[in-house]
C-alpha cells in the first residue's frame, strides 16, 4: 500500500495523529494540529490555557513569560520597579504594593518600538557607514601602500644618485692621481736621460785618456785634455712628492643626516574620527586624563615680579613694523617705544622662562620670585617667542635674524635659518617635533611649519578651498597644540583664533565671545592649553583670558584683576600662568578643581 505523505513537496501533517493535515494551531503549546485531534490536545493538560487558532494565524496569540514563583502561571504584567514579569497570583500576594505595573504587552510594545527603530538606524545608517569606513580603511591600505612604495622609491633612487656621485667623485681623484702619476714620471725619466747620457759621455772620456796613456805618440797625450771637473759637480737629485689619500671620517649619525631623515610618524587612534554625520572630529592623542571641573571663581596664587622695561600705557602699536625688512626699524620699535613683558613658558612647576622687549630670557622661581639666571640671545636681539622642549631646553625665535634657536647647558644652537621668511610664534609639541608659524619677508603669505629637528616635514597655509588660513601683514602670532594634537594659532589681524587638526585640514575659526567684559574687539595674543584640551587665549583689549572647549565651544572668562595679558603657558597641575604687559607681572592663576 502507497504511503498517503507523498514524500516530495510534502504539506504539513498533525504533530499528534502524524496523519491527518494541519489546520489549527496551539500557540501556548507551539504544535500543529487537525481538527480531530484538538479536543484530545485540550484535554491533555487542563492546567494550562490552551489557546488554539487557525493555522494562518498562529503567532498571533502573544507568548507571556511563566512565573518562576507560580508553575504554570503566565506573566501578563511587568513591575517597573523590580524590572521583572509577574503574574497575577504574584501581584495577590502583594508582594509588589506601591510598585508601579503596567500591562506587559505595553512594556513589550515600547521595547519592540525601541529596538525596531534601533534596527532601523542599524540597518539604514549605521550599518553603511561601517561599509564606507571599510571601503575607505582599504583605500587608504591600498594609498598606504604604494605611498611606501613610492617612498622606498624615493630612497633607492636617492642612494643611486649617491652612488652616481660618488662614482664621479672616486673617477675624478683617480683621474688626479693619474696626471700626477703621469707628470712625474716624465720628470723622472728625464732626469733619467740627462745621468745616462752623462754616464756615456764619462766612458767616453775614460776610454780617451786611457788610449792617450798606452800611446807612444807624445804629441797625441800632451793634446788630451781631462774633462772630470765637468762631472764632480753632480745633478741635483729630484724626489718626487708622493701623494697620499686621507680617507674622510664616516661617523654613521652624520651620514645618515647628509642621506636624508624619515620624518617621525605614527598610527594613532582617531576616537572622534568618525562620525554619523560624517563630520570628522580631531583625533585623542592620549589617554584621557582626569576630568577636572571649572573652579566657580578663578583666584591668582601668586604674582611675581620680573626686571623687564617699564611698560608704556598703551599696548604695542602694530603698524610701526611695516618694514620688517629694516632692522633698525625693528630695533627701535622693540627697544624703545614698546618696552614690557611678553612670553611667559613653564620650565617645570617650580621654575618659569620669560622674555620682553630686551635681549634677554630670564628664569624667574616661581615659589621665591627671585632670578635664577638670564640668557642673551645670539644675535643680541629680542626674542620673539620662546618655548621648552620636552627634554626641558629653551627655544626662541629671532624675527630680525630669521632664525630659531635652541638653549642647552647655556649654550645657543642655531636650529633653522629661514631665507625668505622670518619667524614669529613657536611651541614644542608632543612628539618633539617644532611648530614656527611665519611671515613671507614681504608680509604677504603666512604659513606654519612643522619641523624634525632642522628639517621641514609639514607645511600648513591653505584650507581645502586654496584660501589662506591665516592672515599676513605684520601682526603678532601665536602658536601652541593642543592635547588632540589640534594645532591652535591666535591671529590678532584676523581677531580670529585659527584651529587646524594634525593633517592641518581646518576645524573652526573662534572669534571671541559676544559678551565681551569691556565691549571692546577680541585681539587674540598669547595662547595655550591644558591638559583637559580647553584652549586659553589672552584678549588683552579686555583684560581678561577667554577659555574654550577643544571645539571651540566659549566655557568663561578668567579676569583676576590682569592688566594686558600677553603670554600664557600653563603646568602640569593646570595653573595658568599669564605674562602681562601692563605692570611687567607673571599671574599665577587656578582655575580648575
Known amino acids: 500500500m502507497m504511503d498517503p505523505r507523498p514524500s516530495a513537496q510534502d504539506v504539513m501533517r498533525c504533530d499528534l495523529c502524524e496523519t491527518a493535515v494541519v489546520q489549527m494551531h496551539c500557540d501556548t503549546c507551539l504544535v500543529n494540529l487537525c481538527t480531530a485531534c484538538v479536543g484530545k490536545h485540550m484535554i491533555s493538560d487542563q492546567s494550562i490555557n490552551h489557546k488554539v487558532v487557525t493555522i494562518q494565524s498562529r503567532k498571533s496569540t502573544p507568548l507571556y513569560p511563566v512565573c518562576t514563583s507560580h508553575a504554570k502561571e503566565q506573566c501578563e504584567m511587568y513591575c517597573k520597579h523590580c524590572d521583572i514579569p509577574v503574574c497575577l497570583s504574584y501581584i495577590a500576594s502583594k508582594h509588589h504594593l506601591s510598585h508601579e505595573l503596567f500591562k506587559i504587552l505595553q512594556v513589550v510594545g515600547e521595547k519592540k518600538y525601541m529596538i525596531t527603530k534601533e534596527r532601523n538606524e542599524l540597518n539604514e545608517t549605521i550599518y553603511p557607514i561601517y561599509q564606507d569606513i571599510a571601503s575607505n580603511v582599504q583605500n587608504r591600505i591600498s594609498e598606504l601602500q604604494k605611498e611606501y612604495g613610492d617612498l622606498s622609491t624615493a630612497i633607492t633612487k636617492h642612494g643611486e644618485d649617491w652612488h652616481r656621485e660618488i662614482d ?10 693619474d696626471e700626477m702619476k703621469n707628470t712625474q714620471l716624465q720628470t723622472l ?11 756615456s759621455d764619462i766612458k767616453d772620456e775614460i776610454d780617451s785618456i786611457e788610449t792617450a796613456i798606452d800611446t807612444n805618440d807624445l804629441s797625441k797625450l800632451l793634446n788630451v785634455s781631462s774633462n772630470a771637473h765637468t762631472y764632480r759637480c753632480l745633478p741635483n737629485k729630484i724626489i718626487p712628492s708622493l701623494l697620499k689619500f686621507i680617507p674622510g671620517k664616516m661617523h654613521q649619525e652624520e651620514l645618515s643626516k647628509m642621506f ?5 610618524s605614527s598610527s594613532t587612534s582617531d576616537k572622534h574620527g568618525y562620525s554619523m554625520k560624517t563630520t570628522q572630529k580631531s583625533p585623542e592623542a592620549v589617554s584621557s586624563p582626569q576630568v577636572k ?3 566657580d571663581e578663578p583666584e591668582t596664587v601668586t604674582t611675581i615680579r620680573t626686571g623687564y622695561t617699564k611698560a608704556g600705557s598703551s599696548p604695542p602699536v602694530k603698524q610701526l613694523l611695516d618694514e620688517p625688512e629694516s632692522v633698525t626699524t625693528i630695533d627701535t620699535v622693540y627697544s624703545g617705544i614698546l618696552g614690557g613683558l611678553y612670553n611667559v613658558a613653564c620650565l617645570s612647576d617650580e621654575e618659569i622662562w620669560t622674555s620682553g622687549t630686551d635681549n634677554a630670557m630670564k628664569l624667574y622661581s616661581i615659589n621665591q620670585g627671585s632670578l635664577l639666571k638670564s640668557i642673551t640671545t645670539k644675535s643680541g636681539n629680542n626674542p620673539y617667542d620662546i618655548a ?3 627634554s626641558g631646553d629653551l627655544v626662541y625665535t629671532d624675527y630680525i635674524d630669521r632664525t630659531v634657536n635652541i638653549v642647552k647647558n647655556e649654550k645657543i644652537e642655531e636650529v633653522i635659518r629661514l631665507q625668505k621668511w622670518r619667524p614669529r610664534g613657536v611651541c614644542s609639541t608632543t612628539s618633539g617635533d617644532l611648530l614656527v608659524i611665519m611671515d613671507s619677508n614681504d608680509n604677504k603669505q603666512t604659513k606654519v611649519v612643522r619641523y624634525s629637528g632642522s628639517t621641514e616635514t609639514q607645511t600648513i597655509q591653505f584650507d581645502d578651498k586654496g584660501k589662506p588660513l591665516y592672515s599676513y601683514g605684520p601682526f603678532y602670532r601665536y602658536i601652541t597644540e593642543n592635547r588632540n594634537l589640534d594645532i591652535c594659532v591666535s591671529d590678532s589681524e584676523a581677531k580670529a583664533v585659527v584651529v587646524v587638526n594634525q593633517a592641518g585640514k581646518l576645524r573652526f575659526r573662534y572669534t571671541g565671545h559676544t559678551l565681551a567684559l569691556k565691549n ?10 591644558d591638559s583637559q584640551g580647553h584652549i586659553l587665549i589672552a584678549n588683552y583689549n579686555n583684560d581678561c583670558v577667554h577659555m574654550t572647549d577643544q571645539d571651540g565651544q566659549f566655557l568663561r572668562y578668567i579676569e583676576c584683576r590682569l592688566s594686558v595679558p600677553y603670554g600664557l603657558c600653563t603646568d602640569t597641575n593646570d595653573n595658568l600662568f599669564v605674562a602681562q604687559y601692563g605692570d611687567r607681572q607673571v599671574k599665577k592663576i587656578k582655575y580648575l578643581k
Do not use: W
Request: a positive charge.
Open 293 to 295: 571641573q571649572l573652579l
Open 168 to 177: 664621479k667623485l672616486v673617477k675624478k681623484l683617480k683621474a688626479e692621481v
Open 520 to 529: 571692546k574687539p577680541f585681539d587674540p595674543q598669547g595662547i595655550t592649553t
Open 388 to 390: 621648552v622642549t620636552k
Open 189 to 199: 725619466q728625464k732626469h733619467l736621460d740627462e745621468i745616462n747620457k752623462n754616464i
Open 260 to 264: 636624508g631623515v624619515l620624518s617621525s
